[in-house]
T-cell receptor, first 111, second 115 residues
Framework: DAKTTQPTSMDCAEGRAANLPCNHS???????VYWYRQIHSQGPQYIIH???NNETNEMASLIITEDRKSSTLILPHATLRDTAVYYC????????????FGKGTRLSVIA | DAGVTQSPTHLIKTRGQQVTLRCSPK?????VSWYQQALGQGPQFIFQ???????QRGNFPDRFSGHQFPNYSSELNVNALLLGDSALYLC??????????????FGEGSRLTVL
């Protein structure tokens, strides 16, 4: 079972920041937080991952709370092409543990 | 550089039949994982192949089996199809030496409909 809790759906105006929350209150010290997204009719796409420090790449920023029990994925300037299901996943740092997906958050970016 | 490719993209089978789905991993990748995604659900892990052997398996019955070839490509076989096997089957590839990154590259999937 997924170890994360996400809202079922969210809306965001085009050009505004999209902030997607994730609760992972039972996260262990050796587990990373991963974010993937799945655009309709495509396979999931990796976005970003982090342990305890905030992370940023060309796609998004990941903010992890100090107690690591929750995180927020930020898309700074959402576009219509960001409309997708976003999955927050917790996974151990080492080894080849499979990703366990929940139902994710369906983000709709509105013009 | 081709990404992960899967075939066929769509197929229809009847109950009791058998199906084989195929996957070619991203260039340079040696590990293949298969996921099943039912409508409205997140992907569920079926199994993972590395060095032509099944390394990990999710909670799926023995009707689901696989194979990995020396060129790292892989097949997923499902026997005695049930209506509940209707789903999008996703293949994902990675490099074993980068397993700690948790970054998988997914194909676009094979959509199986069982009638």
């Amino acid at each position: 079972d997924a170890k994360t809790t996400q809202p079922t759906s969210m809306d965001c105006a085009e050009g505004r920041a999209a902030n997607l929350p994730c609760n992972h209150s039972t996260i262990s010290g050796n587990e990373y937080v991963y974010w993937y997204r799945q655009i309709h009719s495509q396979g999931p796409q990796y976005i970003i991952h982090g342990l305890k420090n905030n992370e940023t790449n060309e796609m998004a920023s990941l903010i992890i709370t100090e107690d690591r029990k929750s995180s927020t994925l930020i898309l700074p300037h959402a576009t219509l092409r960001d409309t997708a299901v976003y999955y927050c996943i917790v996974r151990p740092i080492s080894g080849n543990t499979p990703l366990v997906f929940g139902k994710g958050t369906r983000l709709s970016v509105i013009a | 550089d081709a990404g992960v490719t899967q075939s066929p993209t769509h197929l229809i089978k009847t109950r009791g039949q058998q199906v084989t789905l195929r996957c070619s991993p991203k260039s340079g990748h040696d590990t293949v994982s298969w996921y099943q995604q039912a409508l409205g659900q997140g992907p569920q892990f079926i199994f993972q192949y590395y060095e032509e052997e099944e390394r990990q398996r999710g909670n799926f019955p023995d009707r689901f089996s696989g194979h990995q070839f020396p060129n790292y490509s892989s097949e997923l076989n499902v026997n005695a199809l049930l209506l509940g096997d209707s789903a999008l089957y996703l293949c994902a590839s990675s490099r074993v030496r980068e397993a700690n990154t948790g970054e998988l590259f997914f194909g676009e999937g094979s959509r199986l409909t069982v009638l």
